[in-house]
């Protein structure tokens, strides 16, 4: 089982319309929780960090779990600049590498 | 501010040559993480170092990878003798230390993207 597990997608969705990725991660001890997004070939950047009590910045929500080990993003009012791959994060206590999951493919269209 | 600095971008070769990548974090960092991203696998840890010091290496694959960073502004990832499994992008990242606010944010490099034939 992989540690963080995301759905592939890819999402397809039109301009405006509101979309949900859903992360699932094993470990329990994961201390921080993350989403990066990653364009074509290009390299990953951090797009918001996760707290408990859930965070938004500005059209984009994150919340999280942690007795279901759950990680979500909301993005409202979807632009085509969105379209990305949208990768789930986490880092486990006592070590500052990074464990991503396989991404989640947003397409938006006009 | 320059970001992470990755060399070649580009790596063609021929299978049982070795190759040779590099980065240069960002100034003031003093973790320095390098990543391996295949379609197979995804994006997973090679190894990372903490103030020039390997700290996590169980990422790396076999004896064929190595990886130094000899002072704070450099580091190399070497594959000897390279394989055609080995094609992948290889990305460096910094991050800031500890003492820092918001030391969770790793930053990462253009990437190295290796083909070997």
């Known amino acids: 089982r992989k540690e963080v597990e995301q759905d592939p997608g890819p999402f397809n969705v039109p301009e405006g319309a509101t979309v949900a990725f859903n992360c699932t991660y094993s470990?329990?001890?994961?201390?921080?929780f993350f989403w990066y997004r990653q364009d074509c070939r290009k390299e990953p950047k951090l797009l918001m960090s996760v707290y408990s009590s859930g965070n938004e910045d500005g059209r984009f929500t994150a919340q999280l779990n942690r007795a279901s080990q759950y990680i979500s993003l909301l993005i409202r009012d979807s632009k085509l600049s969105d379209s990305a791959t949208y990768l789930c994060?986490?880092?486990?206590?006592?070590?500052?590498?990074?464990?991503f999951g396989s991404g989640t493919r947003l397409q938006v269209q006009p | 501010d320059a970001g992470v600095i990755q060399s070649p971008r580009h790596e063609v070769t021929e299978m049982g040559q070795e190759v040779t990548l590099r980065c240069k974090p960002i100034s003031g960092h003093d973790y320095l993480f390098w990543y391996r991203q295949t379609m197979m696998r995804g994006l997973e840890l090679l190894i990372y170092?903490?103030?020039?010091?390997?700290?996590?290496d169980s990422g790396m694959p076999e004896d064929r990878f190595s990886a130094k960073m000899p002072n704070a502004s450099f580091s190399t990832l070497k594959i000897q003798p390279s394989e055609p499994r080995d094609s992948a992008v290889y990305f460096c990242?910094?991050?800031?230390?500890?003492?820092?606010?918001?030391?969770?944010?790793?930053?990462f490099g253009p990437g190295t993207r290796l083909t070997v034939l």
């Open positions: 990242a910094s991050s800031l230390p500890d003492s820092y606010p918001s030391t969770d944010t790793q930053y």
């Open positions: 170092f903490n103030n020039n010091v390997p700290i996590d």
């Open positions: 994060v986490v880092r486990d206590t006592g070590r500052r590498a990074l464990t």
């Open positions: 470990n329990s001890a994961s201390q921080s």
